[in-house]
């Protein structure tokens, strides 16, 4: 099984990566929390990976750190919740703010995830509860983006799960110039007070 990768950094569409390890393009999910910290295309990245193999293919998840592998390993835990579901949990709230969700039986917060509902959302608690330690995730200055932020964002959040009329909503609330990291990031602040 493949735990950990260290490559170039080839691809970024949001929240699929391409990671060049020794000549071979390895294409990798990350939660969103990861892919705002992610440097330059051409840069040096060192993931932790869950490696998934089912009928239908194999699977790589990457996180920066190795606190958000293991909320993710817990997350898979519990029955009903998949690879794209523990990973659209991850985007939607930090390892701590999950942590601190499950500690405190608050519902209300896992609901505003794309994916989950009321049942979900309260399986998680019942099955999750002293099981997922608080680790912090380190933030990293975000790098200016592209020309084509706007589409970047966009394809994030309907890659999250958003609606096109909920992604379309969310951007035009953005200020213009905005980088892709910080306009994911308000973007998703927006759509969960929504």
């Known amino acids: 099984m493949i735990g950990r990768l260290n490559g170039l950094l080839l691809e970024?569409?949001?929240?699929?990566?391409?990671?060049?390890?020794g000549g071979v393009g390895y294409e990798i999910d990350v939660p969103m929390s990861t892919f705002y910290n992610l440097p330059a295309l051409g840069e040096r990245v060192e993931l932790f990976i869950h490696h998934?193999?089912?009928?239908?293919?194999?699977?790589?998840?990457?996180?920066?750190?190795?606190?958000?592998r293991?909320?993710?390993?817990?997350?898979?835990?519990?029955?009903?919740?998949?690879?794209?579901?523990a990973l659209a949990v991850l985007s939607g709230l930090s390892v701590d703010d999950l942590a601190q969700a499950i500690a405190r039986q608050?519902?209300?917060?896992?609901?505003?995830?794309?994916?989950?509902?009321?049942?979900?959302?309260?399986?998680?608690?019942?099955e999750?509860?002293?099981?997922?330690?608080?680790?912090?995730?380190?933030?990293?200055t975000a790098t200016p983006a592209a020309p084509d932020a706007a589409a970047d964002i966009q394809n994030a959040?309907?890659?999250?799960?958003?609606?096109?009329?909920?992604?379309?909503?969310?951007?035009?609330?953005?200020?213009?110039?905005?980088?892709?990291?910080?306009g994911i990031r308000q973007a998703l602040r927006l759509l969960a007070k929504s």
Request: hydrophobic content about 45%; charged content about 25%; glycine content about 10%.
């Open 12 to 21: 970024k569409n949001p929240p699929q990566i391409t990671l060049d390890v």
């Open 52 to 68: 998934v193999v089912r009928e239908d293919g194999q699977f790589l998840f990457g996180f920066a750190q190795a606190g958000e």
């Open 70 to 85: 293991l909320a993710f390993r817990q997350l898979l835990k519990v029955s009903g919740i998949g690879p794209r579901t």
């Open 106 to 126: 608050e519902a209300g917060r896992l609901i505003k995830i794309p994916g989950i509902g009321r049942k979900t959302a309260e399986r998680l608690l019942l």
């Open 128 to 140: 999750l509860r002293d099981k997922l330690p608080a680790a912090g995730v380190t933030q990293v």
């Open 157 to 182: 959040l309907l890659a999250l799960g958003y609606s096109e009329r909920e992604a379309v909503a969310a951007l035009k609330q953005l200020a213009p110039g905005i980088s892709v990291t910080d």
